[in-house]
């Protein structure tokens, strides 16, 4: 997303994406987490790899670990990007270094106990952000379950044969962005042809109660309650599998050309666009079908609130860059104007908050 023009400023998955709040997180003391901090600022992988193994050494458990250093670590490192304090660049380093005191702590560390519980962790087609079910891949060896780690944006028709190979105890997707419910159905959809459960969630997920609606036969709390669910499926795989629902939607091809056609609508209205240049220009219409995209998001899943929390949280970076929030309100009313689609137009209306511009 960008300020209309001036250049992308985010991603909406820059933030935190991880739920894993939602389980213990232990209190290692400020020091700790503030000399954690400090390595990842200045990029040193080395010294962070280190203290992360020291602090596994001195008694720590990798889920402590992660709950009480590496992810508040990685979402101070977010929440500096998102108020201006830290580049892109900055961020890359930074979560660079979290990484590499994940891997170090995870040479480590040991398995649990053997389970005979089995799991597939993949990001949904799309998702880009890794970092998140990665924690939670470790959380779940740590307790000897036995977990096939497939990383970023897995495509389904690759992970079919995957999953007709190792016929896991289940499947675990998880999805940071809203953008991408059609990415985890379509996985969701996959492992069902096969008979193998799933497991939806994370940060696009878990605040609004979709997992079943994108087809998670169960929804457990927090990463304990993952382990235990998959504990009850090696005993007792489920009879019976849950059908994902998305409602019908605007189709990509249209909405980029309702960006164009929103492009000038502004441009009619704002005569500043008129010095725009071609790079400009796009990127403006980028940033249009980007609004448009969650709008849609919130329409397939039938949370009007996918859209209310991308805006407010919009409009909260761009307040941090000095770019008035009227900016995004301008391309949401251009947008209203050519937009046919009557649900997606409905969540369009009640954001605006300005009126039209032209």
Do not use: K
Not at 94 to 116: F, I, Y
């Amino acid at each position: 997303m960008t300020d209309l023009g001036r250049g992308p400023v985010t991603d909406l998955g820059r933030g935190p994406v991880t739920d894993l709040s939602r389980g213990p997180v232990t209190d290692l003391g400020t020091d700790t987490l503030l000399r954690f901090l400090g390595y990842a600022q200045s990029g040193d992988r080395r010294a962070a790899a280190s203290l992360a193994v020291q602090l596994l050494n001195e008694g720590l458990t990798i889920e402590d670990l992660i709950g009480g250093v590496l992810v508040p670590a990685q979402q101070e490192i977010g929440e500096r990007w998102y108020r201006n304090l830290a580049t892109v660049a900055d961020e890359h380093l930074s979560t660079a270094v979290v990484q590499a005191a994940l891997e170090a702590a995870s040479a480590a560390s040991a398995m649990g106990p053997p389970s005979r519980a089995t799991a597939v962790v993949a990001c949904a087609e799309g998702d880009w952000h890794s970092l998140a079910p990665r924690f939670l891949a470790e959380i779940l060896e740590a307790s000897g379950i036995r977990v096939s780690f497939l990383g970023a944006s897995t495509p389904a028709d690759h992970l079919s044969g995957f999953l007709a190979d190792r016929r896991p105890t289940a499947l675990v997707v998880t999805c940071s962005v809203p953008l991408y419910y059609e990415g985890v159905v379509r996985l969701t959809q996959t492992a069902h042809t096969l008979s193998i459960p799933v497991l939806v969630g994370g940060r696009g997920v878990t605040p609004y109660g979709l997992a079943t609606r994108l087809g998670a036969d169960a929804d457990p709390d927090a990463p304990a309650g993952v382990v235990a669910q998959l504990e009850q499926w090696a005993q007792t795989p489920p009879t019976a599998l849950v059908d994902a629902h998305l409602s019908e939607c605007i189709a990509d091809a249209d909405i980029d050309e309702a960006a164009i056609a929103a492009f000038d609508v502004l441009a009619r209205g704002l005569p500043l666009m008129a010095a725009y240049d071609e790079p400009q220009r796009d990127r403006t219409r980028e940033d249009l079908a980007y609004i448009l995209r969650f709008a849609r998001a919130a329409v397939l899943v039938g949370r009007n609130q996918v859209f209310s929390d991308f805006m407010d949280w919009q409009r909260s970076l761009l307040s941090a860059r000095s770019v008035p929030p009227s900016a995004l309100d301008a391309g949401v009313a251009a947008l209203r104007q050519v937009v046919t689609h009557p649900q997606v137009a409905e969540v369009l209306v009640r954001a605006s908050t300005v009126v039209d511009p032209g």
